[in-house]
């Protein structure tokens, strides 16, 4: 059973309240690398883009696409980033927290779990 912890997310924020620019720049580059690698719906707009984000093919429940960089993904990078420097490892409780923002563009079924990946 995952256990749901509330904190996790305050402790993230609190944590990049109080980092230095240059710390939270660093966290912010390591959690966008994190992020591109998990498997979104659509595809990259070029086959030359480095970053997941934007993307063709991904629509909102209401049918209107996704255009450039949608909000969710910017709040769970920060929220990425601020796990990183609070120490929060990479586990089902703060993983819970990144999926509960973007779990509706990650394409069906996607094991992200079980992938040998790290934010910490």
Known sequence: MIHWDST?????RQALERASYQERQAAFKRALE??????????????????AWPRIGVFREDGTWIAGVPGEFKKATGMVAGF??????FSAPAL????????????????????DVAWN
Do not use: C
Request: proline share 6%; net charge positive; hydrophobic share 45%.
């Open 96 to 115: 819970a927290w990144v999926i509960l923002e973007i779990g509706h563009l990650l394409e069906e079924g996607a094991d992200i779990i079980g992938r």
């Open 84 to 89: 990183i420097l609070a120490s929060i490892p």
């Open 34 to 51: 994190y992020m591109d690698t998990l498997p979104f719906k659509g595809r990259r707009v070029t086959s030359s883009q480095n970053r």
């Open 8 to 12: 996790l997310p305050v402790r993230g």
